[in-house]
């Protein structure tokens, strides 16, 4: 392990200053802040939401949401159980351009909101992936680029966002959605009558199903 960290720390320092390219700064600072607490995904989630008509309904931005949200949950758990240090704390060499969050360094926070977002958009939209794939690996290569976090952060974080993504794709996402919007009443009344979460009706039963209980109670 302590061979693995210290591979961490040289890589840092090679693609934090040695790869270093002052006219990308500015750009890099900007990707990053965007990317903070998953703000450029819940610009999308808003989005979808906007179109829910075209592209089927909710469900595309309360998965998304949810996915965010889960991928959090891990994210803040793992920081919390793990406690690594931040490379601005520890190292002596840094290019430092941005604040340094109070958090613990693993994993980072861009790469788990960004791959969530990717995988989910990808399992919903398959042809995103040629956006989306591009914007997460940017986003969480601009942390380590602006000095808060180690290669090693960033690979954990793509490694957790793809599995919340997983776990999200398997959560009924529409059931849960749908029982805490209807208690919204402006949700309630111009966007739940317009969209078909789920069927608030359960089927009728077929004469066969109806046959089989009369004969169980017999």
Not at 36 to 60: A, M, T
Not at 106 to 120: C, E, I, K, R
Request: glycine fraction near 6%.
């Amino acid at each position: 392990m302590e061979a693995i960290l210290s591979f961490d720390r040289q890589l840092f320092h090679w693609l934090n200053v040695q790869l270093n390219i002052p006219a990308l700064d500015w750009f890099m600072i900007l990707v990053s802040a965007i990317s903070d607490k998953g703000l450029f995904w819940f610009l999308i989630v808003i989005v979808l939401l906007l179109i829910r008509q075209r592209v089927g309904g909710l469900r595309p931005a309360a998965t998304l949401f949810a996915g965010i949200g889960i991928g959090g949950v891990i994210e803040y758990a793992m920081k919390f159980a793990i406690m690594r240090p931040r490379p601005p704390a520890v190292e002596e060499q840094v290019i430092h351009l941005t604040h340094m969050p109070i958090s613990s360094s693993f994993p980072s926070g861009h790469a788990v909101s960004s791959f969530v977002s990717m995988y989910v958009l990808y399992r919903l939209f398959p042809k995103s992936i040629r956006w989306t794939l591009p914007c997460a690996l940017i986003m969480a290569y601009s942390r380590i680029y602006v000095g808060v976090h180690y290669p090693l952060d960033v690979i954990g974080g793509a490694i957790i966002g793809i599995i919340a993504g997983k776990i999200t794709m398997r959560v009924p996402v529409m059931k849960i959605a749908y029982k805490i919007l209807s208690y919204v009443p402006i949700v309630r009344r111009y966007i739940l009558p317009n969209a078909e979460i789920i069927p608030q009706n359960s089927p009728a039963e077929t004469p066969f199903a109806a046959q089989k209980k009369q004969n169980e109670k017999v």
